[in-house]
């Protein structure tokens, strides 16, 4: 079993900063990629950014140059922070994690969140 808890989800006022945390803990081998997705009410859910092992980073274009996604390998734990927001980041946060759960898997796994809600007000 695989869980990832998620923190730091609030309500802040345009402009303003906030740090999402998720740490993936249970029965780990190995994590490939790590991730954040949002969700708006009624929308689908979109990649935010990604952190392979390797740190090689994607982001979508609607956050580039305003968040930061790292990683700390020891920790399990990928770090998004998202600063200059805006009312459009509205939604719920989710962590994904993409790992191999013990030595003798044979292929990855996709893990999620419960998700955070970040709600933005202008």
């Known amino acids: 079993q695989v869980e990832l808890a998620e923190s730091g989800g609030g309500l802040v006022q345009a402009g303003e900063s906030l740090r999402l945390s998720c740490t993936a803990s249970?029965?780990?081998?190995?994590?490939?990629?790590m991730g954040w997705y949002r969700q708006a009410p009624g929308k689908q859910r979109d990649v935010v950014a990604t952190?392979?092992?390797?740190?090689?980073?994607n982001y979508a274009d609607s956050v580039k140059g305003r968040f930061i996604i790292s990683r700390d390998n020891a920790k399990n734990t990928v770090y998004l922070q998202m600063n200059s927001l805006k009312p459009e980041d509205t939604a719920v946060y989710y962590c994904?994690?993409?790992?191999?759960?013990?030595?003798?898997?044979?292929?990855?796994?996709?893990?999620w969140g419960q998700g955070t809600q970040v709600t933005v007000s202008s």
């Open positions: 249970g029965s780990i081998f190995s994590i490939n990629a």
């Open positions: 952190i392979t092992s390797g740190r090689r980073l």
């Open positions: 994904n994690a993409n790992l191999y759960p013990s030595r003798s898997s044979t292929r990855s796994y996709d893990y």
